[in-house]
């Protein structure tokens, strides 16, 4: 697997290009947004992305790699300096997997960026077919025509709310997202609920997809989360 490594510190770079080959991954490194952008990124299977460098920053290269169809799909862990709980949030919220602080921990760097590769594989097996309009994870298959929602061979009743969500959910994999996030893209826009109402869905729909349910993750302070 190819890690792209994009730092202005030398050092860093230096240090993780030598500890992530000491695990098998082929790593190539860039000191600037504006040097790894020439790079042919499709070919990467993630990238370990510093925030504040020169011109660029690494905010605006997710932003870029999310607007590109042949890189949207690419895994991104920050690492930064930066602290506080609103570059974590803003970090997330524009496309990235996760978010580890400097200094350090190569330990921790290299369970991250497994943990990160092994949902970036398993998120593979949750696929939309525009053919039939379908939306299939492991025993899970959502009907966007029909509407309907069958678990492990069993046709499960439906609210439309419970419907949307766990359609969203399955087309965004392991992102993070908020309570308004959710009342923007699954409720009625002319519908004005309270963000308890979000929660309650929740729980109903955890319990309705049976064993399944423990994969949508509550993340305290952020919101949820469907985590393959």
């Given amino acids: 697997m190819k890690i792209l490594v994009v730092d202005d510190e030398l050092d860093i770079c230096e240090i993780l290009k030598y500890n992530l080959e000491t695990e098998g991954f082929d790593v ?9 952008i ?31 169809s042949s890189t949207a799909g690419i895994p991104v862990i920050f690492i930064t300096a930066l602290d506080g709980e609103d570059n974590l949030v803003k970090g997330l919220n524009i496309g ?12 921790e760097v290299k369970a991250r ?24 994870y492991k025993g899970i298959t959502l ?7 069958t678990c492990d061979g069993q046709k499960l009743v439906f609210t439309k709310l419970e419907f949307e969500l766990l359609s969203f959910f ?4 392991n992102k993070v997202f908020s309570r308004e996030d959710l009342l923007k893209y699954c409720w ?8 308890r109402t979000v929660d309650v869905n929740i729980t109903r729909l955890r319990k309705k997809i049976g064993h399944y349910g423990k994969q949508i993750k509550t993340r305290v302070g952020y919101g949820y989360c469907f985590e393959e």
């Fill in 143 to 149: 009907d966007l025509n029909a509407k309907t929602v």
């Fill in 170 to 173: 399955l087309q965004h994999p």
């Fill in 96 to 107: 990235a997997d996760d978010y580890i602080a400097k200094p350090l921990s190569m330990k």
């Fill in 38 to 68: 020439e790079l042919p990124l499709q070919d990467y299977s993630l990238i370990l992305l510093d925030v504040m460098m020169g011109e660029m920053s690494g905010f605006q290269m997710v932003r870029r790699l999310k607007n590109n």
């Fill in 188 to 195: 009625p826009q002319d519908v004005m609920v309270l963000d």
């Fill in 28 to 36: 190539v490194t860039a000191s600037s947004v504006e040097e790894a």
């Fill in 113 to 136: 960026v497994r943990a990160v590769l092994r949902r970036s594989s398993s998120s593979q097996q949750a696929v939309a077919h525009p053919d039939d309009s379908r939306i299939v």
